[in-house]
């Protein structure tokens, strides 16, 4: 089991989470394929360059990939799941359809929801803001895809940043690589830490824009 508790119950006891999520840095590596409708997530040690987590997705049926390898992705209902290297699922992030405001789900392993993940506004294909609220439904922090800084009012909680660069562009893929950080301000085993993590792993899933200097890429390998 994760928790119990939430980020705002500061000097509360929280109960240990997989070690995994108590690291600081991450190294992490997006591959999109250019005639796929389908990302490869891949996150390692920033420290010892050792792979520790990997997404996968299950089939998304006809009709689903058609919508998203045009790029139509904000409100098509997804299921992937994150698991560590020896196969062992750490958490998983659902999304059933709509059409206003969607609501995603964050799992941990023993399939129990941690928090959402909402738009900030109630028009679904047009607001860049998004909130993280726990289970209870209480804020803990907002992301923008733009900047991709996780945080609540002056506090920031996690950022990714580097300079992303095509390693490899041609007609099959493209992959990026860039830093993910967790900030002091979120202490270790606190499960703000996993629902990072969740938006984190399905941000190709939640964005309907194209626009430039934006972190992570989304549908045929286009900015988002």
């Not at 109960?15 to 389908?38: D, H, R, W």
């Amino acid at each position: 089991m994760y928790f119990k508790t939430n980020s705002a119950s500061l000097g509360k006891k929280l109960e240990p989470m997989n070690a995994i999520f108590n690291k600081n840095n991450f190294f992490l590596k997006q591959q999109t394929g250019l005639l796929s409708v389908t990302q490869r997530y891949e996150v390692y040690d920033s420290e010892t360059k050792q792979q520790l987590m990997k997404r996968k997705e299950p089939s998304f049926g006809i009709l689903k990939d058609i919508l998203r390898f045009v790029g139509y992705t904000a409100s098509i209902p997804f299921y992937i799941t994150v698991s560590d290297m020896s196969g062992t699922q750490l958490f998983s992030v659902r999304r059933r359809f709509s059409l206003f405001r969607p609501n995603v789900k964050v799992f941990d392993e023993n399939e129990i929801c941690v928090g959402t993940i909402k738009r900030s506004a109630w028009w679904a294909f047009m607001a860049d803001n998004f909130r993280i609220r726990d289970a209870e439904g209480k804020k803990l922090c907002s992301f923008n895809n733009n900047l991709y800084s996780f945080s609540k009012s002056d506090t920031e909680f996690a950022h990714l940043s580097g300079d992303i660069k095509n390693l490899r562009a041609d007609l099959i893929d493209i992959t990026d690589e860039f830093k993910m950080q967790f900030k002091g301000t979120v202490p270790q085993n606190d499960p703000l830490r996993i629902l990072i993590f969740g938006a984190v792993m399905s941000v190709d899933l939640l964005v309907q824009e194209r626009a430039k200097n934006k972190p992570l890429r989304g549908g045929l390998g286009f900015d988002i």
